[in-house]
């Protein structure tokens, strides 16, 4: 096990685990370590190490294998196509590297819970809480069932179709929780009116524009052009709202009265639609 990025020279950065000034640890257990450890060095989970705000440690499941091959997985008893992961290398790896009891310890799988923004704050509410959070990346056909009874305590599941490794999943775990870490985002990363947020009503964001002005014969809305900040605001809240009814009516109750605060603003109306792609419902 290592950690993913140098980070001899960085400084604890507030997010210390408690009673014992370093940073929070979230393990992961994969048969794929090199994935992971390529993964948590890149972008804001990478930055977020390098800062002192956290750090992972990765184990390969196969140095708990207990035979002289380094077996790991085998077919399952009573048939059928597919392998299993095997009990004892899931089970030894996790009261290796665990340090806590009563750490919370992930599985993805197909068939845990469905991951979700709620999800991700539990999840880092618990990582504050203990210091430490373990996920083991599961493979498709899945793991023995003895390992979830021994050592897994959470399930998870990135939504409802099947990947060939829990190793995706995983990594999809770790980047929302570290996000969210006080002080991982920076001003320009800014987050606070993302899709999910109490910003903005559980619903979506709204379009964003930048520089040129014009692209290919399309503008930007006059609106965010015109300097006034509360029209922007207003536009923005409205867009984010029709967003979240087109595309997503299952969030639309969160923010049924969002749009309706203020009028519609000078300059607003809906964005159109540049996709050519896009088929029609
Ligand atoms: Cl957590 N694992 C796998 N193998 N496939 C998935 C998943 C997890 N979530 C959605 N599909």
Known sequence: MSSVTDNDDAAPAGNASPGTGQPP?????????EMVRAVLATSIPGRAERQGQVRYEVT????FAVDKHRTVDDTAYGGGAGMIMMAPPVVEAVEKVREREDATVILTTPQGEKFSEELTLDLLA??????ELILVCGRYKGIDERARELVV?????IGDYVLSGGEL??????????????GVLHDEDSAANDSFTADREGGLDCAWYTKPPVYRGLGVPEVLMSGHHANIETWRRQQAV??????RP???????????REGPAEGGGRVPRHDRNRRTR
Request: glycine share 4%; proline share 7%; charged share 30%.
């Open 250 to 260: 299952d969030l639309a109750p969160a923010i049924e009265n969002a749009g309706s």
């Open 153 to 157: 305590t959470r399930e998870v599941s």
């Open 60 to 63: 390969d499941i196969r140095d």
């Open 242 to 247: 029709e967003r979240t009814q087109e595309r």
């Open 126 to 131: 618990d990582l504050q809480a203990k210091g």
């Open 25 to 33: 640890v979230i393990r992961v257990l994969t048969l794929f370590p």
């Open 169 to 182: 999943p995983a990594l999809v775990v770790v980047d929302a929780i570290v996000r969210r870490l006080p």
